[in-house]
T-cell receptor, first 110, second 115 residues
Framework: DVKVTQSSRYLVKRTGEKVFLECVQDMDHENMFWYRQDPGLGLRLIYFSYDVKMKEKGDIPEGYSVSREKKERFSLILESASTNQTSMYLC?????????FGQGTRLTVV | GNSVTQMEGPVTLSEEAFLTINCTYTATGYPSLFWYVQYPGEGLQLLLKATKADDKGSNKGFEATYRKETTSFHLEKGSVQVSDSAVYFC??????????????FGGGTRLMVKP
């Protein structure tokens, strides 16, 4: 059974903290994605990666960075967390057709 | 650019009612089309897909047909259950960016089924 695993279901962080969200996939997919989901705004793409060490900005990259040192792992980094980054974060990986999603991380920045 | 438009919710139905959630798209080329479902507090799960025109995707009683002439991929189910209550996302493949393999999502439609 294919799997995309996000390291945390729930996180609470303080403003200004550096936050790491981790995502691991076991399908040997080249493409991995980070989205955030907010009420009324749907899914918005933050960053994606099409290969190890390769990354491209999505629609809302400001305030975020990513790391892809190994094929199976794609990390989202909030350099200095702010309250407007409180959201649900979804990781996905994709081979040739459909994408597979992790269970999501609900991040609250206080 | 590519885009997906789906009906706004919430859609509220009684159990055993017929469901239609409309989805239309704008795309270059020949995209693949998808419906994803998100249950409360969870990530997205693939519900069904269609990779070429006139294909019908189906799963768990849900169906959608890829209509190129009307650029539509409407989701239907003949008899909904309370357990179908969720948010449904229509999506298409997006190969306009350098890396390819992108997915473009609609805004999501919340379905509420009452007993």
């Amino acid at each position: 059974d294919v799997k995309v695993t996000q390291s945390s279901r729930y996180l609470v962080k303080r403003t200004g903290e550096k936050v790491f969200l981790e995502c691991v996939q076991d399908m040997d997919h080249e493409n991995m994605f980070w989205y955030r989901q907010d009420p009324g705004l749907g899914l918005r793409l933050i960053y994606f990666s099409y290969d190890v060490k390769m990354k491209e900005k999505g629609d809302i990259p400001e305030g975020y960075s990513v790391s892809r040192e190994k094929k199976e792992r794609f990390s989202l980094i909030l350099e200095s967390a702010s309250t407007n980054q409180t959201s649900m974060y979804l990781c996905a990986s994709r081979g040739s057709v459909e994408a597979f999603f992790g269970q999501g991380t609900r991040l609250t920045v206080v | 650019g590519n885009s997906v438009t789906q009906m706004e919710g919430p859609v509220t139905l009684s159990e055993e009612a017929f469901l239609t959630i409309n989805c239309t798209y704008t795309a270059t080329g020949y995209p693949s089309l998808f419906w994803y479902v998100q249950y409360p507090g969870e990530g997205l799960q693939l519900l069904l897909k269609a990779t070429k025109a006139d294909d019908k995707g189906s799963n768990k009683g849900f169906e959608a047909t890829y209509r190129k002439e009307t650029t539509s991929f409407h989701l239907e189910k003949g008899s909904v259950q309370v357990s179908d209550s969720a948010v449904y996302f229509c999506a298409l493949s997006d190969f306009t960016r350098n890396a390819g393999n992108m997915l473009t999502f609609g805004g999501g439609t919340r379905l509420m089924v009452k007993p």
